[in-house]
């Protein structure tokens, strides 16, 4: 779909591992869905609870962010995570650990927050 009629976000969980053999593998959890906003994180959140439990590790969080050609201004710049992502972020871990980095991007461009950095943004759900 051409992307200034449907805009398509994903969401991305990877999960790194590390064995005596390697520096590390990753695991990627890959959702998408063709909509502005992910909404609920559903159906990543078992299968990575799953992993998490086996022994991999929260290592990137990583979403889009899409341009809406249709209105005005189109502003562009490094994307930073909205106040509904800053809730789902810093609510965010399994077995409480967080992921090491979240990343927001859109396509050119990419932020990247430590878990200490997210605690500073005003969540959704914060007055």
Known sequence: HPMETLPTEFLA???RRSDGLNQGRLKIWFYTVDQPGIGKIGPLKG???????????????????????????VVPGVPWPSAIDA??????????????TTAVTNGLMTSHLRPDELKRLRAA???
Not at 87 to 100: A, I
């Open 13 to 15: 969980f990877i999960l």
């Open 47 to 73: 299968p990575v609870e799953t992993d998490v439990k086996a022994g991999w590790m929260p290592f990137l969080n990583l979403h889009n962010h899409n341009f809406f050609f249709d209105q005005t201004p």
């Open 87 to 100: 809730q789902l972020m810093k609510n965010l871990s399994f077995e409480n650990l967080p992921f090491e």
């Open 125 to 127: 759900d914060e007055p």
